[in-house]
Nanobody, 126 residues
Framework: QVQLVESGGGLVQAGDSLTLSCAPSGRILARNGLAWFRQAPGKDRQFVAGIMWGGSSTTYADSLKGRFTISRDNTKNTVDLQMNGLKTEDTAVYYC???????????????????WGRGTTVTVSA
């Protein structure tokens, strides 16, 4: 079992930066994949970025590449999502997810993730 706790959400203005953190606990292994998804009101859940827990391999949604950066903080034992140049359309609940094996091909698919956090809300005002 893996437990995931997100933090760092809040209300920011367009153009601001924000960093979200996901703290996994339980049976997390090097081969596991950790990812961020988001869901805006009335919309489907969207893949944001993914990373291998035990390595540096990362993948991003094409539309967010360059503004968002996913990384592992070995000091805090978290997976962080650095978001720059935030736009109002980035407003969403952001979820952390974990799967059994990180795979670049399947990382964007929400149905491959067995574990989910409760989410943290990011609101970007104009």
């Amino acid at each position: 079992q893996v437990q995931l706790v997100e933090s760092g959400g809040g209300l920011v203005q367009a153009g601001d930066s924000l960093t979200l953190s996901c703290a996994p606990s339980g049976r997390i292994l090097a081969r596991n994949g950790l990812a961020w998804f988001r869901q805006a009101p009335g919309k489907d859940r969207q893949f944001v970025a993914g990373i291998m827990w035990g390595g540096s391999s990362t993948t991003y949604a094409d539309s967010l590449k360059g503004r968002f950066t996913i990384s592992r903080d070995n000091t805090k034992n978290t997976v962080d999502l650095q978001m720059n140049g935030l736009k109002t359309e980035d407003t969403a609940v952001y979820y952390c997810a974990a799967n059994l094996v990180f795979d670049l091909r399947t990382a964007p698919r929400a149905n491959t993730y067995a574990y989910w956090g409760r989410g943290t809300t990011v609101t970007v005002s104009a």
